[in-house]
């Protein structure tokens, strides 16, 4: 079992920047493909990024350029750098490890989820 538990999300005016983290407990972590999903009120849950066990990355399109993820082993901790944000990025963040990909069923761990809200 993996357990997964974010932090960081909040309320932020557009152009800002906020980092979640999701700090991961249980199986090896450094075994694990990480990734941050998001959904919005009304809208499916959505792939943002993904970070391999041996570091290869993935964005999707929108969040190019403007997010960065990255894992810290050492610390079994994931972070998603979100820079010039703006409020289409208005979501509950989730947090997720697995085999991989950029699909839901990649990943059989998720936590809670966090809350960004970006203001026009």
């Known amino acids: 079992q993996v357990q997964l538990v974010e932090s960081g999300g909040g309320l932020v005016q557009a152009g800002g920047s906020l980092r979640l983290s999701c700090a991961a407990s249980?199986?090896?972590?450094?075994?694990?493909?990480m990734a941050w999903f998001r959904q919005a009120p009304g809208k499916e849950r959505e792939f943002v990024a993904t970070?391999?066990?041996?570091?290869?990355?993935y964005y999707v399109d929108s969040v190019k350029a403007r997010f960065t993820i990255s894992r810290d082993n050492a610390k079994n901790t994931v972070y998603l750098q979100m820079n010039s944000l703006k409020p289409e990025d208005t979501a509950v963040y989730y947090c997720?490890?697995?085999?991989?990909?950029?699909?839901?069923?990649?990943?059989?761990?998720w936590g809670q989820g966090t809350q960004v809200t970006v203001s026009s």
């Open positions: 997720a490890a697995g085999r991989g990909g950029t699909t839901s069923p990649g990943y059989a761990y």
């Open positions: 249980g199986r090896t972590f450094s075994s694990l493909a």
């Open positions: 970070i391999s066990w041996i570091g290869s990355i």
